[in-house]
């Protein structure tokens, strides 16, 4: 393999582990405002308590995740110059300013509020404390702004022009709203709701399973569950638009998704088979006539681009048509778990409701505390990490789809890789798969004993120290 490939696979393996973890927080922190305001609205000291653990579990996992997720930033920032110089040189003007707005704007939000939410809690009111969880949920949705904001522009470079090979803004605002930019952050967002709903959802399943749940737990997994039955169907609408709007910008892309090797009218949807790029065919290939125009086009008989009218100019096939059925097949799994435990939830509830009693004073019927089965509770345990699944997936369709363009249609990404010798880089790239590979161990683990051995919150209020009595004794 020579340094353009591995230089590729390295920044992949990198934006791989780092992506793993904002995508969990982004929506986790909005889950954390959700516990806090039920916490300060409770009027019962059950329910009351109840979120309160909820909220100091869950804040735990949200601190682990942020440091990961920022150490593993920096490595992909210094990548820019020890890998992609070229990337800088020519495309800096604009990469640049949108990198520094992330810092300056979502960064400092995090690094200025992140201290009062983790340590503040007793020590500042519970307004304040909620106003310190509200800028950090905040200031996570500002980085995904900006930094989706730039990948957007990668995908779809505007308000530019090119002086001497050196891409320069022309305007501001087209390059952040950019046309795949709403697209993308929306699809984005919703990613994370699955992704946190999901964790939330198995890990609170997992602690039920092994006795070690709490009062916090259900509620936690009852907000997980509902969260994803709501969010799923609108990422499959978001995901249509996205659809459109890259069949419009990106055809090639497309093309590949579906692995479509020639222009035709009323395409079929291939669901599944074997993409053979030599050959230009797709084996064994399970179709749906005209489905794929209909969907894609939302007209069934428009003509779809097919992968003959960009030779030499689109992205590997196979990876991206793999990708994209992955995430496509793990949204359908999340969809179906989701509805189904929320269907549950609601079944017990309105059981509930029909064995309160018909007379006042009448004691009324016990109702159980889990309204999951166990072989449910197994399933969102297994269901615990989908969202990774779903959404490295979507991010191997997004950035693989690009291909052979780092900026799509003006800069090739073999014109701005490093001059590095193939050893090199197959050296630091193994150093940083080790790396990854035990970090990630280590965080799932980590995870899986914090809900095996959830510490309950502290005192809310620190005690006050007596004071000293002066020399001599008292007065």
Request: proline share 6%; with cysteine.
């Amino acid at each position: 393999m020579d340094a353009l490939l591995l230089s590729r696979i390295q920044f992949a393996a990198n934006i791989s582990f780092h992506i793993l973890f904002p995508t969990i927080n982004i929506a986790l922190c909005w889950f954390l405002v959700y516990f806090r305001l039920r916490h300060s609205g409770a009027t019962s000291a059950a329910d009351k308590q109840a979120w309160e653990e909820s909220y100091y579990l869950w804040t735990k996992v949200f601190a682990l995740s942020f440091a990961l997720g920022v150490v593993s930033g920096i490595t992909m920032s210094f990548q820019f110059g020890t890998n992609w110089p070229g990337y800088m040189e020519r495309a800096g003007n604009i990469a640049g300013p949108l990198l520094g707005y992330e810092v300056l704007t979502a960064f400092f939000l995090e690094a200025t509020f992140l201290g009062i939410m983790l340590f503040g809690r007793g020590r500042v009111s519970d307004r304040v404390h909620l106003f310190a969880t509200l800028m950090v949920a905040l200031g996570t949705t500002l980085s995904a702004f900006w930094i989706l904001s730039l990948n957007s522009w990668m995908q779809t470079p505007a308000g530019y022009k090119v002086i001497d090979g050196v891409m320069h803004a022309e305007s501001w605002w087209a390059i952040v709203f950019n046309p795949s930019f709403p697209y993308r952050l929306t699809h984005k967002l919703l990613a994370s709701t699955l992704t946190a709903a999901f964790l939330i959802a198995g890990l609170s399943a997992w602690q039920i399973l092994r006795k070690t749940d709490n009062a916090g737990t259900h509620k936690a997994l009852r907000a997980g569950v509902i969260a994803a039955a709501v969010a799923i169907p609108l990422q499959m609408l978001a995901g249509d638009m996205h659809g459109l709007n890259t069949l419009e910008h990106q055809p090639a892309k497309i093309a590949a998704i579906e692995g479509l090797w020639e222009t035709e009218k009323s395409a079929g949807l291939t669901l599944f088979g074997l993409p053979n790029e030599k050959e230009g065919v797709t084996h064994y290939a399970v179709k749906i006539p005209k489905l794929a125009s209909l969907i894609l086009a939302h007209d069934i008989n428009a003509e779809l681009k097919g992968l003959d009218q960009f030779p030499g100019e689109h992205p590997p096939v196979a990876p991206v048509f793999w990708s994209f059925r992955v995430m496509v097949g793990m949204g359908v799994l999340m969809l179906g778990v989701s509805w189904w435990a929320a269907f549950t939830l609601w079944r017990r509830r309105r059981q509930a409701r029909r064995e309160q009693p018909a007379e006042q004073g009448r004691p009324s019927a016990p109702v159980k505390t889990v309204p999951f089965s166990r072989w449910q509770l197994r399933l969102l345990a297994g269901m615990t990490f989908s969202g990774w699944v779903a959404t490295l997936a979507g991010w191997y369709v997004t950035e693989i789809g690009r291909q052979p363009y780092i900026v799509y249609g003006l800069l090739r990404t073999a014109d701005v890789v490093a001059p590095h010798a193939p050893g090199m880089v197959l050296a630091t790239l193994i150093g940083y798969l080790a790396v990854y590979a035990f970090l990630l161990v280590a965080y799932i683990l980590v995870l899986m004993y914090m809900a095996q051995h959830p510490a309950m919150p502290t005192p809310e209020a620190p005690q006050a120290p007596k004071a000293a009595e002066p020399v001599g004794g008292p007065a």
